[in-house]
């Protein structure tokens, strides 16, 4: 037996049938997970992490939930990766793109059994999915050239994107906030100056958009409570040194009064440095660290508003919006890039105080405040508002518009299903698999609102069969429906990146036919 090992040690390896068995059932138990989140009836999760804290996540998204497992499954994983990369290059999507994924494996597994080759299989996946690439890109629309049009379709886009997520309830509300944002951002893509505040309290109705940045800080006592055409110094520079702090080193002394002598010295210099910073001419300084009493009675002296221990976050966002670079040393005034805004006061968000700076540099930068009863709704609230801003912004660049509810998976499986019938040989069997794993995406959907997915998915057919339809599955009155009319509208990028995606992971696994486990490397014992 020993003889016959290729792989040293523990090193595992699975070959032909068994390694694909493997893989075809992680990604389809992968798939099977996040199935029941999908569409606006879908369920949520709980996620409960086993470390300190035991923290508690409430979340519908696809994303969200496979990065928080953790697995073994090698295929598993592949899936786990492309929902992440269609989170991040898209925000949507998530979800259908391992539905749809874990269909075209359930759908080769099939195949496999009936003794057609995994080459086959992908070479007709590939025709299928260039047939289908190509249906959506003929009945994708453009409005760009029509601003109220595009508008429109930006909200119909963004209820779509939150009608699946706990902001459904509110979702005009937030559709409209998202909408407003994105529009601020003048096609760019850079969803950094769109910051987003949580603050517990209130409902999620009460949250809101407001031009300019807030600072979750308060103003400190004695400190102008109101600035106009501010100057801002942004900084991370210890301030806290207006006591004997030294570790390290030792110094001997002989009485009382020398500490007192040393504690001068050490105060003299902060001294000086505050006068260096008050040099550059600014009205208020924003600093990372703690700025101790004194400093602090020195910059309130001088009218200058000094706000200490500013998140990192917090800071980099607020040199950026002010058009300000974060200093560290002050002894070149010019060097120094001071950020700008016209009015610094403190506002009130429930019972919070909290700093908000207007009329900053970078126009487009913006503040969305979130309320809602608990910070796990909050945490929800944020990423469904996340998806949709990031949705948003892509379709502002690439502005074509597909119809929602299960309408795109329908044309696409019709010319797929004619290509099969059009195809010669071994690879239609494959083709049509392919239509029919689109078609589980609004079975699913519908399966998940507690409806008859056989009888609607048939009508829906028949309702394609047509020239033109804009049909799909109406989640409301439980029949198929009018997808223009209802305004359930989505994104063409998205819808792409989820036909692309699925179909190069599911490649990507019928290609395995060997899974090789390495056995960890052993530590050397050491003397
Ligand atoms: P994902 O993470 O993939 O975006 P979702 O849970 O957001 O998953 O579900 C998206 C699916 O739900 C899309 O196929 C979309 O067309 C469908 N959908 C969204 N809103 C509606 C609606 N009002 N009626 C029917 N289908 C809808
Ligand atoms: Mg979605």
Request: glycine share 8%; proline share 2%.
């Amino acid at each position: 037996m020993a003889a016959a090992r290729l792989l040293k040690d523990e090193a595992t390896e699975e070959k032909g049938d068994r390694a694909r068995m493997a893989s075809f059932i992680g990604a389809m138990a992968i798939a099977d997970l996040v199935k029941t989140t999908l569409g606006p009836k879908g369920m949520d999760k709980i996620l409960q992490s086993t470390g300190r804290g035991r923290n508690v996540t409430v979340t519908n998204d696809g994303a969200t939930i496979l990065k928080s497992l953790h697995i073994d499954n090698p295929a598993a994983k592949v899936l786990v990766d492309i929902s992440k990369v269609q989170d991040d290059e898209v925000g949507d999507g998530t979800t259908s793109v391992v539905v749809l994924a874990g269909e075209l494996l359930r759908e080769a597994e099939k195949l496999v059994n009936q003794k057609i080759h995994p080459m086959t299989i992908i070479a007709g996946y590939r025709m299928a999915a260039e047939c289908a690439r190509n249906a959506l890109l003929l009945k994708a629309k453009d409005n760009k050239q029509d601003p109220d049009k595009f508008k429109s379709d930006l909200m119909k886009i963004a209820m779509t994107t939150l009608s699946s997520k706990i902001l459904s309830q509110d979702k005009e509300h937030f559709a409209k906030l998202a909408v407003d944002a994105v529009l601020r951002l003048k096609g760019s893509t850079n969803l950094e100056s769109i910051q987003i505040i949580k603050k517990a309290g209130g409902s999620l109705k009460d949250s809101f958009l407001d031009e300019g940045f807030v600072l979750d800080k308060k103003i400190g006592i004695g400190q102008p409570k109101r600035i106009e055409n501010a100057k801002i110094l942004v900084a991370n520079t210890a301030m806290d040194t207006d006591k004997v702090k030294i570790y390290g080193a030792r110094v001997r002394v002989d009485s009382m009064a020398k500490v007192a002598e040393i504690e001068g010295a050490e105060k003299e210099k902060m001294k000086q440095k505050v006068q260096k910073i008050i040099a550059h001419g600014i009205n208020c300084f924003v600093n990372r660290q703690l700025i101790y009493n004194f400093p602090e009675e020195l910059f309130a002296d001088a009218g200058i508003l000094a706000i200490e221990h500013a998140d990192f976050d917090g800071i980099e966002r607020l040199a950026l919006v002010t058009g300000g670079e974060i200093a560290s040393t002050f002894d070149n005034p010019e060097s120094v890039k001071l950020g700008h805004c016209k009015l610094i006061e403190e506002i009130m968000i429930g019972e919070d105080k909290l700093i908000h700076f207007s009329g900053v540099e970078m126009g487009q930068a913006c503040t969305v405040v979130l309320r809602g009863a608990s910070s796990h709704v909050l945490d929800e609230a944020e990423r469904s508002l996340h998806d949709a801003l990031c949705v948003l912004s892509q379709t502002v660049n690439d502005s074509r518009v597909l119809l929602g509810g299960g309408w795109p998976e329908m044309v696409m499986a019709k010319e797929v299903d004619e290509l099969a019938r059009k195809t010669p040989g071994k690879k239609s069997h494959a083709i049509e698999a392919f239509s029919r794993s689109l078609q589980a995406i609004p079975t699913i959907i519908a399966d998940n609102a507690g409806l008859d997915s056989a009888e609607l998915i048939s009508q829906l057919r028949a309702e394609h069969h047509k020239d033109t339809t804009s049909a799909g599955i109406n989640i409301i009155s439980g029949g198929v429906g009018d997808m223009d009319k209802l305004g359930v509208s989505e994104s063409f990028k998205v819808k792409q990146a989820v036909l692309l995606s699925a179909t190069e992971a599911a490649e990507m696994i019928l290609r395995v036919d060997e899974i090789i486990t390495c056995a960890p490397r052993k530590r050397e014992d050491r003397m």
